[in-house]
DNA sequence: CTTTGCGGTCTTTTT
DNA sequence: GACCGCAAAG
C-alpha cells in the first residue's frame, strides 16, 4: 500500500458506522445521519483515506461544502489529517467559490469573458429595479429577482419540464421573464455573473467541455441536504468521468429551502444510483441525554420526516430550560445573569468561548448585544451584518471593481458622488440611463464626455466635469496603468495594498469620512484600516499557499489567473465575513451571537435560543412551517451540556402586544425546567463529565464566587405576569392524540419578590457529600476510570470490540451497527412507501432489512438517469415538505401511536430514540466520552469589542495554488485509479 | 439641481 | 432603530 498516512491512524477514533463509511468501496456513498454523530469527521476521514489508502491524488478530489465557514473548517481538519500542505491541492470549497474558479481557467471557452466580475445581491437588487422601472414592469423587483434567482436555481433539468408546463400562467409571468431577459442582458454586457450564474454557468461548461473535470476521481459533498437543483446537476457533472460520489447529510437540519435546497435530492441520488451504499451513524457525541431528548420531541412533531435512530453516548445531563420573561429587555439581562451565573458556578471551568446565543434573524440580536455590552461580557456576532457591508467599506471596494471592470456601471454609478461631487441622484440616473440605451459603458459615456469626443446629452456642471474628470475618471485611469506595468519586468511593484492606500490619498478619504459622519469617523477610519490589513493579509496568504488552482488537463488551456485584485474581489463576493488579522488582541474569550443558520455544524457547551415565540419562530414570513421546526432542532442539537430557550410575553413595540410561546416549544413545554438548574456539585460534574474538563474543587468555586452573588436563577420571575392560570394550557390537547409523550405542564411555583430570596432559601450547594475529583471518577464505570481523553476512551473501545469475549463495551457501542437497525428502512424505501396510496405505513416492510430494502429497490433501479422516474417515487406533499403539523390525515398508525407507551411502531422507520424518562442514564454505559471533532475553533478576539466580525484562523480562507506541473510524476489518473481497492475490513453479512 | 430635514414604514435566513 | 419618500432651503 503506497499510504502516507497508515490506516490505523485514518480510522483512529471512528466508530464501526463512520468506519463502515470512510472505507466502502462502493462508487456512492450516502451517509445520512442525524447531530453530532461525527459526520463531518467522517466525510474528512474518507476524503483522506481515498487520498492516502486509495491512491488519488489529491489534486482529483472535489469537496463541496455549502458555507464557507465549512469550508474553511474542512479544509484545516483535512489538513491535519493529510500533513505536507496537500489539502491545498484538493479542490475545496463551497460550490460558488469552485465554480468560479473553474469558469476563472476555463470560462473563455464557453464565450466568457476572462475579466468577470462577481454581482452581489445589492448590484442584483439595483438592476432589477431599474429595469422594472425603466420598462415599467408590474412586479415588485424584490419579488422578481426571488423568482430569477428560483429559475436558476432549479437546475436546467427541472426548468426545461417545468417550462413546457406552465407555458402560459399568471398575468405576471410576462412580465417576469421580461425583467429575467434584460436582467441577463444587463449582466452580461456589464460582464457580470450572479451568485446563480456562477452555478448555472459551470453546468454548460463541463456539459459542453466535459474534459475539463477529466481528471476527477471523486467528489465529496457536505450538508448535502441543502444542495439545489442546479447544484445536484453540478456534483454529476464534476463525477461525470467515475460516477463516485460521497455525501453527507441529514433531512433534519435542512434549513435552507428558502434558497431552493431540495430535499428531494436526497431521494434523487438514491433513485439514479441504485448501488448506493447508505449508512447511518447513530451515536451523538455532543449532546447530553436531556437535550437530545427534547430536541427529538421538538423534530418528532414533524410526522412526515424520515426518522433515525440517534443514540446518545453521553449521560443525562442537566435538564434544558424554557423561561419566560416580560419584554426582550429582560430577556437579555436574564441571558446575562445566566451567563455569569453559569461561569461563577462552574468555577471558571466554563468561559465565554463555551456559551453561543443562536437567533432566528440577526435583527434579534439588539437588545442582547447592548446587555452584554453593559455587562462588559466580550462578544462577537456572526451572521447578520458583515464587515464588507459597511458602507465606508463598500464604497472602496466599488472603486476596486471600477478599477477592475471600468464597465461595471453600477459600482462607477455609486461612486460616482462619493465623496462628494456635486453629482446629484438625478444626473447619475440619466447618464445611467443614457449608458444603457446608447449602449456604451457609464466609463466610457464620462470619459468621451470629459475628453471632448461625445458629449454627454445628461448636461454636467463645469464644476462637476472637472472632479469627475480629476478625483475619479483620472486617477482611476493611473491606477489601472500603474497595476499593468507592474507585472512589466522593472515595474515598481504596485501591490493591493499600496493600490488602495493610493486611492485613500487621492481621494482624501479620511476628511471624506470626517465630513460625511462626524460622529463616528474613528471607528469608519479603524474599519478602513481593518480593510487595509485584511487586504494584507489576503496577499501574503496568496503568495503563501496560493489559491485556485486546479490540475492541468492535457490538451485544455487554463487561464491563469495572475492578478490579485480579481482574486481579492472574488474571495469578498464569496466570503460571508472577514476573517480578521491577528491583529494584538490575544484570546480573549468571546461569547458567540449567531444567526441559528450561521451555526450550524458548529457546537457549544451552553447554548441560548431567545425569542422563541410565535412569529420569530416560526419566523411570521415563512413560507415552510416545517423547515422553521427544523430550524429550531438545529439549534437545539448545537448545545452540548446547557440548553436554555427563553421567550417574551410582551412585545417589544411598546404598545403592550402579547406574544405566543412557539408552536414548536408548547407541546413539550412541560418537559422543560422553568428555570436555570441549580448548579449543585452533580449537575456540575455531569457538565465537565460531558466537556471532558476537570470541575475545580468546591472550595475554588466558592472562594471565587464575588460578593452577593446570586447563586440561583432567580432574579427574574418566572412569571412575569403573575396571573398564574394562562399560560400554555391550551396546547395540550394534542399531545394524546400525536402519542408524544408529554408530561402536564407544571404549574410554576409562585416565587417571592425577586430580589429577596437569597438568604432563606437552604443554600442548595451546600450538599452534604462532596465529590471531589479524585471521586468523581466513581462515575465512569471501572474499566475506564476517570477522565480518559477521547482517542484513550475510543481505542479502548477498539480494543473491546476486537475481542468478542470482552462484555465491558457497553450496550451502546455494540449497537453501533454498520447499518440501518432491523426495522430501519432504507430512506429510498421511506419515500417509496409513503407515496403509496392508500399503503399503510406500519406495514410497509416491518422489519425490512437492509438486502430486502436493496432488493426492493433493485428491479426499479436501472433506470435512466433523468429525473422523471425519481419525481415519480416522491410522494408529492412529502416533496413539498409542507405538511402542517398535527394535520396527521388518519394515519392508520395513529392508533397504535396512542397505546401503551412501549415502543412505538413508526410508520416503516427504526426503533427511535425518544427515550422514555424512566431509562437510567447510569447503566455505566455513559463514560465521559466526547468527540471533538466539532467543536468550534478558538477564535481570536475582535479588534474592538462590538465589531461584528467573525474571526477564524487565518490562513484557511484562500485556496491554493501549487506550481503548475511541479512534483506530479507521470501517473496518468487512469493508472491510479487502477489501483485496487482495500476490501473492506468490515464483513458486510 | 443638490442637500437637508422630517415623518411614516417596515424589520429572515446566505452564496 | 434604519430606510424611503417628500418638501423646502441653498
Redesign the pocket.
Known amino acids: 500500500m503506497a499510504s502516507s498516512t497508515p490506516k490505523h491512524a485514518i480510522l483512529h477514533g471512528l466508530n464501526d458506522a463512520q468506519r463502515r463509511a470512510v472505507t466502502s468501496d462502493a462508487a456512492t456513498v450516502a451517509i445520512l445521519a442525524g447531530p453530532g454523530s461525527g459526520k463531518t469527521h467522517t466525510l474528512t476521514a474518507r476524503v483522506v483515506w481515498l487520498v492516502d489508502h486509495v491512491g488519488f491524488r489529491p489534486e482529483d478530489v472535489v469537496v463541496a461544502t ?4 465549512a469550508a474553511r473548517e474542512m479544509k484545516e481538519r483535512i489538513g491535519r489529517a493529510l500533513g505536507n500542505g496537500r489539502e491545498n491541492k484538493i479542490v475545496l470549497g ?4 469552485i465554480a468560479r474558479r473553474y469558469l476563472a481557467a476555463y470560462g473563455r471557452h464557453i464565450g466568457l469573458d476572462q475579466k468577470f466580475g462577481i454581482a452581489d ?1 445589492d448590484d442584483s437588487r439595483a438592476i432589477i429595479t431599474r429595469i422594472c422601472k425603466r420598462f415599467q414592469l408590474s412586479v415588485d423587483a424584490a419579488a422578481a429577482r426571488a423568482w430569477i434567482s428560483k429559475q436558476k436555481a432549479k437546475g436546467t433539468e427541472a426548468a426545461s419540464a417545468a417550462a413546457r408546463k406552465d407555458a402560459a400562467k399568471l398575468p405576471g409571468q410576462r412580465d417576469l421573464e421580461t425583467c429575467y431577459r434584460e436582467y441577463q442582458r444587463y449582466l452580461e454586457t456589464s460582464n457580470l455573473l450572479d ?2 450564474d456562477l452555478l448555472v454557468r459551470c453546468v454548460e461548461l463541463l456539459r459542453k467541455f466535459p474534459s475539463c473535470v477529466s481528471n476527477v476521481q471523486t467528489v465529496l459533498i457536505d450538508e448535502y441536504q441543502d444542495t439545489n437543483g442546479v447544484q445536484y446537476e453540478l456534483m454529476k457533472l464534476f463525477a461525470q468521468r467515475h460516477q463516485r460520489i460521497t455525501i453527507v447529510g441529514d433531512p433534519d437540519q435542512s ?2 429551502g ?2 431552493s435546497a431540495e430535499i428531494r435530492n436526497l431521494w434523487r441520488l438514491l433513485q439514479e444510483f441504485p448501488s448506493t451504499d447508505e449508512v447511518s451513524l447513530e451515536e451523538n457525541y455532543r449532546s447530553s441525554q436531556s437535550i437530545l431528548h427534547l430536541s427529538l420531541l421538538v423534530i418528532q412533531q414533524d410526522k412526515k420526516r424520515y426518522q433515525k435512530a440517534l443514540k446518545p453516548v453521553h449521560n443525562r445531563g442537566s435538564r434544558p430550560v424554557l423561561r419566560k420573561l416580560k419584554s426582550a429587555a429582560t430577556e437579555a439581562e436574564w441571558i446575562v445573569s445566566e451567563i455569569r451565573r453559569a461561569i461563577a458556578m462552574s468555577g471558571s471551568m466554563l468561559t465565554h468561548n463555551d456559551i453561543a446565543i443562536l437567533l ?4 434579534l440580536s ?1 437588545h442582547i448585544e447592548s446587555s452584554l455590552g453593559k455587562a462588559g461580557i466580550a462578544y462577537r456576532m456572526v ?2 451584518f458583515k464587515f464588507y457591508d459597511r458602507a465606508e467599506i463598500k464604497t472602496l471596494l466599488d472603486y476596486l471593481r471600477v478599477i477592475h471592470q471600468p464597465e461595471n456601471n453600477d459600482a462607477l454609478a455609486r461612486i460616482m ?1 462619493v465623496p ?1 461631487r ?6 447619475i440616473k ?1 447618464l445611467l440611463e443614457e449608458a444603457e440605451t446608447s449602449g456604451l459603458s457609464l466609463w466610457a459615456v464620462l470619459s468621451k464626455h470629459c475628453r471632448g469626443e461625445r458629449t454627454a446629452k445628461t ?1 454636467l456642471t463645469k464644476h462637476a466635469e472637472q472632479r469627475l474628470s480629476g478625483g475619479l475618471l483620472r486617477p482611476l485611469t493611473d491606477i489601472r496603468r500603474r497595476v499593468g506595468e507592474a507585472s512589466g519586468p522593472n515595474g515598481t511593484p504596485f501591490g493591493l495594498v499600496q493600490m488602495i492606500e493610493h486611492l485613500l490619498s487621492v481621494l482624501s478619504f479620511e476628511k471624506h469620512l470626517l465630513a460625511s459622519h462626524p460622529d463616528d469617523h474613528e471607528q469608519r477610519w479603524a474599519n478602513v484600516q481593518e480593510f487595509i490589513s485584511l487586504a494584507a493579509d489576503f496577499v501574503r496568504d496568496l503568495d503563501r499557499s496560493g489559491d485556485d488552482f486546479l490540475p492541468e488537463i492535457e490538451g485544455l488551456q487554463q487561464t491563469k489567473e495572475a492578478e490579485v485584485l480579481p482574486r481579492f474581489l472574488a474571495n469578498v463576493s ?1 466570503a ?2 472577514a476573517q480578521t488579522g491577528d491583529d494584538g488582541q490575544e484570546n480573549k474569550p468571546l461569547v458567540t451571537i449567531s ?1 441559528i ?2 451555526a450550524k455544524g458548529l457546537e457549544w457547551p451552553v447554548v441560548f435560543v431567545p425569542a422563541v415565540y410565535n412569529g420569530s419562530i416560526p ?1 411570521v ?3 415552510d412551517g416545517d423547515e422553521e421546526r427544523r430550524l429550531l432542532y438545529v439549534a437545539m442539537t448545537r448545545a452540548q451540556c446547557l440548553l436554555y430557550l427563553s421567550w417574551p410575553v410582551f412585545g417589544s ?1 411598546g404598545n403592550g402586544e402579547r406574544n405566543e410561546l412557539s408552536p414548536f416549544v408548547a407541546p413539550v413545554s412541560g418537559s422543560f425546567l422553568d428555570k436555570g438548574p441549580c448548579f449543585d456539585r452533580p449537575v456540575m460534574g455531569e457538565v465537565a463529565r460531558i466537556l471532558q474538563r476537570k470541575l475545580p474543587p468546591e472550595s475554588t468555586i466558592f472562594g471565587g464566587l464575588p460578593a452577593l452573588f446570586n447563586p440561583e436563577d432567580n432574579l427574574f420571575p418566572v412569571d412575569p405576569e403573575h396571573s398564574k392560570q394562562e399560560a400554555s394550557a391550551g396546547f395540550n390537547g394534542e399531545d394524546g392524540r400525536s402519542g408524544v409523550v408529554v408530561p402536564r405542564a407544571k404549574r410554576p411555583r409562585l416565587q417571592g419578590p425577586p430580589t429577596d430570596q437569597n438568604g432563606g432559601d437552604e443554600a442548595p450547594w451546600r450538599r452534604e457529600y462532596t465529590t471531589t475529583m479524585e471521586q468523581s471518577s466513581a462515575f465512569t464505570i471501572a474499566s475506564l476510570p476517570g477522565f480518559v481523553s477521547v482517542g484513550a476512551h475510543q481505542a479502548a473501545i477498539a480494543a473491546a470490540n476486537a475481542a468478542p469475549g470482552v462484555t465491558q463495551t457497553t450496550d451502546t457501542v455494540k449497537r453501533s451497527t454498520t447499518r440501518r437497525p432491523a426495522d430501519q428502512k432504507s430512506i429510498l424505501g421511506f419515500v417509496r412507501s409513503n407515496s403509496g396510496p392508500a399503503r399503510p405505513a406500519a406495514t410497509a416492510l416491518p422489519s425490512a432489512r437492509m438486502d430486502t430494502a436493496l432488493q426492493a429497490r433493485q428491479p426499479t433501479g436501472v433506470q435512466p438517469p433523468q429525473c422523471s422516474p425519481a419525481k415519480q417515487a416522491i410522494d408529492p406533499a412529502l416533496s413539498g415538505h409542507r405538511l402542517k403539523t398535527g394535520k396527521l390525515l388518519n394515519r392508520p398508525t395513529a392508533a397504535s401511536d396512542g397505546d401503551s407507551g412501549k415502543r412505538k411502531q413508526y410508520a416503516c422507520f427504526s426503533s427511535s430514540p425518544p427515550r422514555p424518562a424512566a431509562v437510567e442514564d447510569d447503566t455505566g454505559t455513559n463514560t465521559a466520552e466526547v468527540e471533538d471533532d466539532e467543536r468550534p475553533e478558538p477564535t481570536r478576539a475582535a479588534a474592538c469589542l462590538h465589531v461584528t466580525t467573525c474571526n477564524l484562523p487565518k490562513g484557511l480562507g484562500v485556496g491554493f495554488r501549487r506550481p503548475a506541473g511541479l512534483g506530479r510524476e507521470n501517473i496518468t489518473p487512469i493508472e491510479r485509479l487502477r489501483k485496487p481497492f482495500k476490501p473492506l475490513t468490515i464483513s458486510r453479512s
Open positions: 455549502f458555507t464557507v465557514k463551497t460550490f460558488h467559490s445581491s451568485y446563480d434549513i435552507y428558502w434558497r432566528r434573524s440577526a435583527s439588539r451572521g447578520g458622488n462628494r456635486g453629482i446629484g441622484e438625478v444626473t440619466s448636461k464569496l460571508s465575513d444567526t443558520h450561521a419566523h414570513r415563512a413560507e413595540n
